[in-house]
């Protein structure tokens, strides 16, 4: 079997741009959004929850997760290499006004969940009508 | 015999050709890319120490009971159930993690000992040891002195 080159296409990490020489990833991402808010959950594979960094600026919801089990792979003969393990970031504009006090995220399996709640303005409300 | 004809060009041809150029470069740059990501999940490293082979996937939002690795022989597959999150009465925004069954299969240079394969998951890393077969691994051959 020989060694295949790297072939998993990964985005690379949106903004901002980086300036150091690490691996950088834009995780992938589903983001719901309900009456009460939105909830994230970034796919963060081997990021550990102390390395993980959540923002939230000016409407702006960053969210970074720092690789740092580098394991050493000088002596490894590879038979497949589809990948190389990194860190991720991504950040999100929200317009929604939310309420930022109560942004909350978990790790668990990889996987970064973050619940972001909307402002009590932003919350749809429905009108009772009363009759006369 | 065929005669090929040469087709009529119009004042429109150009723009004809423009628009059928512009199609194929989307779909050439659209497709493989796809299809390449959903091909490869997991996507794994395979490497050999000289003792063992290691396996590792990244498999985020994946419990241990929705893996599954076989060893036969030579032969590695690995088998892989992901799940979303729960469809309800809301509003997608973003829908990019995959989610369904998805089966990755491996044949290695040399047989493994499918006793001693240990597998682990951990931070949505899996790790599994590809322990060689005795008969895989390389002998002190005697010499024999006349």
């Given amino acids: 079997m020989s060694t295949q080159a790297l ?9 901002p741009e980086r300036l150091d020489n690490a691996v950088w990833y834009a995780p992938a991402a589903d983001i719901l959004e309900d009456h009460d808010g939105f909830t994230l959950w970034l796919d963060m594979p081997g990021v550990l929850p102390a390395d993980v960094d959540i923002t939230f600026d000016d409407g702006v919801l960053q969210v970074e997760g720092k690789s740092t089990a580098a394991a050493d792979t000088t002596d490894r003969h590879y038979l497949v290499q589809e990948y190389e393990a990194g860190s991720y970031g991504r950040s999100f504009s929200i317009r929604t006004p939310v309420d930022a006090d109560g942004i909350k995220g978990e790790l668990k399996d990889g996987t970064l969940s973050i619940r972001v709640p909307k402002a009590a303005q932003a919350k749809a409300r429905k009108i009772v009508v009363h009759g006369g | 015999m065929l005669e090929l004809l040469e ?17 194929e470069d989307f779909y050439r740059d659209a497709a493989p890319q796809w299809g390449e990501e959903s091909n490869r999940f ?32 030579n032969e590695l597959r ?16 973003r829908r990019e993690r995959l989610v369904g069954s998805f089966t990755r299969a491996f044949t290695l240079p040399w047989e493994l000992n499918p006793d001693q394969v240990e597998a682990r998951l951990k931070n949505g890393v899996l790790t599994v040891n590809l322990l060689k077969a005795q008969s895989a691994k390389p002998r002190k051959i005697k010499l024999l002195t006349q």
């Fill in chain 1, 7 to 15: 072939v998993t296409r990964r985005r690379p990490a949106d903004t």
């Fill in chain 2, 7 to 23: 087709p009529v060009r119009t004042p429109f041809s150009g723009l004809h050709d423009q628009i059928n150029q512009l199609f």
């Fill in chain 2, 42 to 73: 997991p996507a794994v490293n395979i490497w050999d120490d000289g003792e063992a082979a290691h396996l590792e996937a990244e498999l985020p939002g994946v419990k241990l009971e929705q893996v599954e690795v076989l060893v036969s022989g």
């Fill in chain 2, 78 to 93: 690995l088998t892989v159930r992901r799940e979303g999150p729960a469809n309800g009465q809301h509003t997608w925004h």
